[in-house]
């Protein structure tokens, strides 16, 4: 008894809480009742089963842009009907299996990247909000659009005029106009989102999107609907053009990380040219001039490699932004090539489309070998479109 009361004594020095006195006064149905009440709280890792949705973002569409942007590239090259002086018959000669391939992978990367999005909007609704309040994030929304777009435009199954054609570029086309009407109404009407405030590089997604409907339209034969998304995203490209030249309060806002998407700056020019190319149904002198544009601009960057020396240190998905406005200018270069037939055009044209490829199949080595640096901590784009506590 004297052990036992000694034992207590150093308890009896030391007040109990109401919760730890219940559980004093219980003595072993306190201690088996706190027992019982520990399974209740979530474990750990259901509630990290989801983690990597909250990682995800819209920014990771890049890799379908990228895939299904060299679909249409391969699609174009392989066409048959391409004058033959233009394009080296290596090119020519592709087997159409190695075309479907491509595009069936394409297709199941996009497929898959909107089933992960679609899994984020419903257990992360508020990350998603958060997303499309950002600056950069919101833009990367158009994304998923213009993939699906993309491989409309290069698939092997389907004729611009078949009527399954037509629904799908209305499915793939009224998302764009709505996040336009979003989008473009705050750029002029709410002062925290004036363009002036929010432009950045990555902004070009937005004409871009406009752009490549434009595009698809006019292969259907909708010259009006093809001049009239031509028009809307014409007009908003100079005002982004201008904006970002000037270095307006906003336009720096980017973090190194993400600087790859300095690229975008000559893929609108470059999806411009191919997009008024379908509606004048020529490379006209308009094309040309949009064409040389994308060249000047990429010239530019490639000879800045400082600008992108701190996006290059470490792997990220990011990186998957220079593919995509490769393959515009490559395309580009081919309707050109096609328009002039000069040889000076079609070595262009082959280095483009070269480069474009090259950096394609590095991207896709890269993100095989590195999977585990697609969803870094640390991402930026991830951090700042966390939602709000």
């Not at 190194?256 to 411009?272: E, T, Y």
Request: charged letters at 15%; glycine letters at 4%.
């Amino acid at each position: 008894m004297e052990t036992i009361s000694s034992s207590l004594k150093p308890c009896a020095s030391q007040p109990l809480s109401p919760k730890g006195a219940g559980l004093a006064e219980a003595g072993d149905g306190g201690t088996m009742l706190k027992a019982s009440t520990a399974p209740n709280k979530p474990p750990r890792p259901v509630a990290s089963r989801f983690a990597m949705l909250t990682r995800f973002h819209a920014g990771y569409f890049r890799i379908s842009l990228a895939l299904s942007g060299q679909a249409l590239l391969w699609r174009t090259l392989s066409d048959r009907s391409t004058d033959p002086s233009a394009l080296h018959p290596l090119v020519q000669s592709l087997p159409s299996a190695a075309f479907v391939l491509l595009w069936s992978l394409a297709l199941l990367t996009l497929f898959a990247l909107c089933v992960l999005y679609v899994a984020r909007c419903v257990l992360r609704l508020p990350a998603v909000r958060a997303e499309f309040r950002h600056h950069v994030g919101m833009n990367y929304l158009f994304a998923p659009w213009i993939s699906w777009l993309l491989l409309l435009q290069a698939t092997p199954f389907l004729r611009p005029d078949a009527p399954s054609y037509h629904m799908l570029w209305w499915g793939f086309s009224l998302p764009i106009l709505v996040l336009d009407v979003k989008v473009y109404g705050q750029w002029f009407t709410r002062g925290r989102k004036f363009l002036s405030m929010v432009a950045n590089p990555a902004s070009h997604m937005t004409v871009i999107a406009n752009l490549m409907t434009a595009r698809a339209a006019a292969k259907m034969g909708w010259h009006e609907g093809a001049v009239a998304m031509f028009a809307v995203g014409a007009a908003h490209y100079l005002v982004l053009f201008v904006t970002l030249y000037q270095r307006f309060l906003g336009s720096d806002s980017l973090p190194a990380m993400l600087r790859p998407v300095f690229f975008l700056f000559f893929a609108a020019p470059s999806m411009a040219s191919l997009a008024w190319c379908s509606i004048s149904m020529s490379f006209d002198t308009g094309c040309k001039m949009l064409f040389f544009l994308s060249l000047f601009l990429f010239a530019s960057l490639v000879s800045r490699p400082t600008l992108f020396k701190r996006a290059m240190r470490r792997f990220s998905v990011a990186w998957w932004a220079y593919s995509f406005p490769l393959t515009l200018l490559a395309l580009a270069s081919a309707e050109y090539a096609q328009e002039v037939r000069e040889p000076a055009a079609s070595v262009l044209m082959l280095a483009l489309a070269v480069l474009s490829v090259l950096v394609t199949l590095a991207l896709m080595v890269f993100t095989a070998l590195r999977p585990n640096d697609l969803l870094p901590h640390d991402d930026p784009f991830f951090t700042a479109t966390l939602p709000a506590r």
